[in-house]
């Protein structure tokens, strides 16, 4: 199946799968992804009543309404999200003490970007053995393939619409292309709302772990207010030390 068009006009392609995949394809794609421009995802997604396959399927993409992630900045975004969601409204089911006790140690300020590791290698390699990881979870995951440079860009040129009630999707792409960088991310596999992600050089510290826990909460605040409990950044950071993946869902 195919789905074209972007925020420039550019033409961009997705081929689905008619069914689920091993992660076997996956991988094979995966290297073949600097002779072909192929960027392979694990689509998870569920059947609608007419049987396609939501939303990949479903005419649910919305690639002609994406604009570049090389016009955001990627630290800029993520202070002023972590800005907006560490506010304390009149409304809040939290006391004041509360809401700042979700961000401790660092409460309303913004602890800026973590940095990156050095050096990053097996990205690849990481990014692979996640993909054996995810099909064994979702078996019923399918396989797509989108003309991009990577897997950040991939959500923009396919018009993934899955942070939309929180901002533009070009906007989580240019912040994913920073993880890139910083700590060898790569894009697994996506679902409606979901984003799946491996990681080369997670945080080892429990400092580090940390910082990169703020990001997270800047990027996608569910990842704390909805994860496992206790939902605090704390205990989020806690969690990633040493974790060589990272999941997120939107509301």
């Known amino acids: 199946m195919i789905a074209s068009g972007e925020g420039d006009g550019a033409a961009r392609p997705l081929w689905l799968s008619d069914t689920p995949v091993s992660a076997g394809l996956w991988i094979r794609a995966h290297a073949a992804h600097s002779a072909s ?3 392979p995802l694990l689509l998870d997604g569920e059947d609608s009543h007419d049987g396609a396959f939501r939303p990949w399927a479903s005419g649910e993409l919305f690639p002609e309404r994406m604009y570049s992630p090389g016009a ?9 999200w972590w800005t907006a969601y560490t506010r304390i409204h009149d409304d809040d089911h939290l006391t004041p003490e509360e809401r700042l006790a979700v961000t401790a140690p660092f ?11 050095e050096n990053i290698s097996g990205a690849g390699e990481r990014a692979e053995e996640y993909a054996r990881v995810f099909v064994r979870q979702y078996p019923r995951s399918r396989l797509g393939l ?5 897997g950040a860009d991939a959500l923009t040129a396919v018009g993934w619409q899955g942070p939309a009630n929180y901002g533009d999707t070009a906007a989580f792409s240019a912040v994913v292309h920073d ?3 910083r700590f060898g991310t790569r894009v697994v596999a996506v679902g409606a ?4 992600l491996s990681v080369a050089a997670p945080p080892v510290r429990i400092e580090d772990a940390l910082v990169v826990a703020a990001e997270h909460f800047a990027f996608c605040p569910d990842a704390i207010w909805q994860g496992a409990r206790p939902c605090t950044l704390a205990a989020h950071a806690e969690r990633i030390v040493g974790m060589n993946c990272w999941s997120f869902w939107w509301d």
């Open 37 to 39: 421009g192929l960027w």
């Open 72 to 80: 955001h900045d990627p630290a800029v975004l993520l202070e002023r």
């Open 107 to 117: 409460g309303r300020t913004w602890p800026r970007p973590a940095p990156g590791r």
């Open 146 to 150: 989108v003309a991009a440079s990577g």
């Open 179 to 181: 993880w890139e960088r």
């Open 193 to 196: 709302s979901t984003l799946h």
